[in-house]
């Protein structure tokens, strides 16, 4: 893949993902085919749904989000076989579930921080592990070539 439309897309997800209402994490995730947008998604709570952070708890919150690649999944309405999908964090296991069933090829995700693998490390072995069984390609993006 070439690394400017890695940039590009990388950057398509950050921008998607600021237009998640949630006030602790924001995550976008980008779906593409041959360099073309098949679909966007962001972290929140399903359409129609009042999502006023300070009426509901952190576990009610939980229960209620969807993520961003359950989200861009969703709206997508077409075969996703084959297809790229960008991320702003990297895939929980029951998102890599999602992404392994639609037939997803690849999955782009920037290199973690320190304090992310401290906080996920657990979820995203499982989530690696998953997809390496399943035969998904994870593609990390190196964070010197995203933040220039």
Same mark, same amino acid.
């Given at each position: 893949?070439?690394?400017? +439309?890695?940039?590009?897309? $990388?950057?398509?997800?950050?921008?998607?993902?600021?237009?998640?209402?949630?006030?602790?994490?924001?995550?976008?995730?980008?779906? &593409?085919?041959?360099?073309? *947008?098949?679909?966007? /998604?962001?972290? /929140? $709570? !399903?359409? /129609?749904?009042? @999502?006023?952070?300070? &009426?509901?708890?952190?576990?009610?919150? $939980?229960?209620?989000?969807?993520?961003?690649?359950?989200?861009? *999944? %969703?709206?997508?309405?077409?075969?996703? @076989?084959?297809?790229?999908? +960008?991320?702003?964090?990297?895939?929980?296991?029951?998102?890599?579930?999602?992404?392994?069933? &639609? /037939? *997803?090829?690849?999955?782009?995700?920037?290199?973690?921080?320190?304090?992310?693998? #401290?906080?996920?490390?657990?979820?995203?072995?499982? #989530?690696?592990?998953?997809?390496?069984?399943?035969?998904?390609? *994870?593609?990390? %993006? !190196?964070? #010197?070539? %995203?933040?220039?």
């Amino acid at each position: 893949m070439n690394s400017k +439309w890695a940039k590009r897309f $990388y950057q398509m997800a950050e921008l998607v993902a600021s237009w998640s209402k949630d006030p602790s994490t924001q995550v976008g995730a980008v779906i &593409t085919k041959h360099n073309r *947008i098949v679909s966007v /998604g962001f972290n /929140g $709570y !399903p359409h /129609g749904v009042d @999502d006023s952070a300070e &009426t509901d708890d952190r576990e009610l919150k $939980y229960l209620k989000t969807l993520h961003a690649e359950e989200n861009a *999944i %969703l709206f997508s309405k077409r075969d996703l @076989d084959g297809c790229d999908i +960008w991320v702003t964090h990297f895939p929980c296991p029951n998102c890599a579930a999602k992404i392994i069933q &639609t /037939g *997803i090829a690849r999955v782009h995700c920037p290199e973690q921080s320190a304090d992310f693998l #401290s906080r996920w490390g657990e979820k995203i072995s499982i #989530s690696q592990d998953m997809f390496q069984q399943a035969g998904v390609e *994870i593609c990390w %993006l !190196p964070l #010197s070539e %995203l933040n220039t």
